[in-house]
């Protein structure tokens, strides 16, 4: 019986062992991870664009004869006579301050004025009393000296009294803004009863008399290639105008913004309904850089764009291990699904041809292929 139990005993032993040993065997659970992927995207190459070396931008018709009326005086606006879109005549008078105060300054210099020309009226006669005495020897030389120089201080005080009237006087005058030309009102910045200092635009007068502009800006990339006096066009889209001859009046040497510089073209017609304010495309001609290198223009899907004002807009190059470069572009045309660009882009480079907005500068991506013929 014990030999029994001890066999017994040792079977269990046994199996207990051989099942350890079967569960260290068994493979474990590899550990759960996550994968990291980067963003796929579709890609196409830059293409260099066939044509001729033309921009268009976007502008604004002006009034060559324009300007900001303002007071040359402070106070409280008393009458406004016009409104925007009024004519006004040379000379009309279209606003004026109230002029209490200026007529109670102007009335005490006027009475200064009379003081100082009494004392010297009085200062005259006393030197010439003097002079009479010291011709006949009865007056002294230092007293003759006196009535001099009192003589001499009454004309200078009197002087003095007359230029504040003058200056009374013209500002009592300013309390009233007068047109400088024949126009129209263009803008009205105030009302009565407000108060505006010296200086405060108060009313925008335009003429057409000596024709219209138009304003537009160009991009630091492409103004060197413009040149002054040059015969460019203009289309104005409100009155169906599709091409009008413009000459470069201007080219500014300071950027507005963005490195954009400032150009005014001359029209060389007046068209029947044209306004200042009015909408225009100008179409400039690119001069040739040195050597005679084309403007470098490309094409791109219009879905690679992402617009940034009414011309501008960037792409998004794949760069070094496949990272994404931003890249600023002048939209020069588009027709259909294709873009033509200027900018620092290179002819066989990639740039991500769609949902460039989901994506951001920096980002590492995948690309899921070249496909231009896409877009050809």
């Given at each position: 019986m014990q030999s029994a139990s001890r066999d017994r005993n040792v079977l269990i032993a046994m199996m207990v062992f051989l099942a350890g040993a079967l569960t260290g065997c068994l493979p474990s659970e590899p550990p759960v991870t996550q994968s990291k992927t980067s963003r796929v995207v579709d890609t196409a190459r830059v293409i260099p664009a066939n044509g001729p070396e033309q921009v268009t931008l976007s502008g604004q018709v002006k009034a060559s004869e324009h300007t900001r009326l303002s007071f040359e005086v402070s106070g409280e606006v008393r009458s406004v006579s016009v409104d925007v879109g009024d004519t006004v005549a040379a000379g009309e008078v279209l606003a004026t301050l109230d002029r209490?105060?200026?007529?109670?300054?102007?009335?005490?210099?006027?009475?200064?004025?009379?003081?100082?020309?009494?004392?010297?009226?009085?200062?005259?006669?006393?030197?010439?009393?003097?002079?009479?005495?010291?011709?006949?020897?009865?007056?002294?030389?230092?007293?003759?000296?006196?009535?001099?120089?009192?003589?001499?201080?009454?004309?200078?005080?009197?002087?003095?009294?007359?230029?504040?009237?003058?200056?009374?006087?013209?500002?009592?005058?300013?309390?009233?803004?007068?047109?400088?030309?024949?126009?129209?009102?263009?803008?009205?910045?105030?009302?009565?009863?407000?108060?505006?200092?010296?200086?405060?635009?108060?009313?925008?007068?335009?003429?057409?008399?000596?024709?219209?502009?138009?304003?537009?800006?160009?991009?630091?990339?492409?103004?060197?290639?413009?040149?002054?006096?040059?015969?460019?066009?203009?289309?104005?889209?409100?009155?169906g105008v599709e091409r009008m001859p413009a000459r470069v009046h201007q080219i500014g040497s300071e950027p507005r913004s963005a490195n954009n510089y400032p150009v005014t073209l001359t029209l060389g017609d007046t068209l029947p309904g044209l306004r200042s304010g009015m909408t225009a495309q100008v179409h400039l001609s690119m001069d040739q850089v040195d050597g005679g290198h084309a403007l470098d223009t490309f094409r791109l899907p219009l879905t690679s764009l992402v617009h940034d004002g009414p011309q501008q807009a960037h792409v998004l190059r794949?760069?070094?291990?496949?990272?994404?470069?931003?890249?600023?572009?002048?939209?020069?045309?588009?027709?259909?699904?294709?873009?033509?660009?200027?900018?620092?882009?290179?002819?066989?480079?990639?740039?991500?041809?769609?949902?460039?907005?989901?994506?951001?500068?920096?980002?590492?991506?995948?690309?899921?292929?070249?496909?231009?013929?896409?877009?050809?």
């Open positions: 209490a105060r200026y007529q109670l300054a102007h009335d005490q210099t006027l009475a200064s004025e009379r003081e100082a020309a009494a004392a010297l009226q009085e200062a005259r006669l006393d030197h010439r009393r003097q002079s009479d005495l010291a011709d006949r020897g009865f007056g002294s030389a230092s007293q003759l000296d006196s009535a001099r120089a009192a003589l001499e201080t009454a004309r200078y005080r009197h002087e003095a009294a007359v230029a504040s009237r003058r200056i009374a006087e013209r500002d009592l005058a300013q309390t009233q803004l007068k047109a400088p030309f024949e126009g129209t009102v263009g803008q009205r910045m105030v009302e009565p009863a407000e108060r505006v200092s010296a200086g405060q635009a108060v009313l925008a007068v335009i003429s057409d008399r000596e024709g219209y502009e138009v304003d537009t800006s160009v991009p630091e990339t492409l103004v060197s290639r413009l040149s002054a006096r040059s015969e460019q066009a203009v289309s104005i889209p409100a009155l794949i760069g070094p291990e496949e990272r994404l470069q931003r890249v600023d572009v002048l939209v020069i045309d588009t027709a259909g699904n294709q873009a033509v660009v200027t900018g620092p882009l290179a002819s066989g480079e990639r740039i991500v041809a769609r949902g460039p907005e989901f994506v951001t500068e920096g980002q590492q991506v995948s690309l899921l292929g070249d496909g231009p013929e896409r877009f050809h």
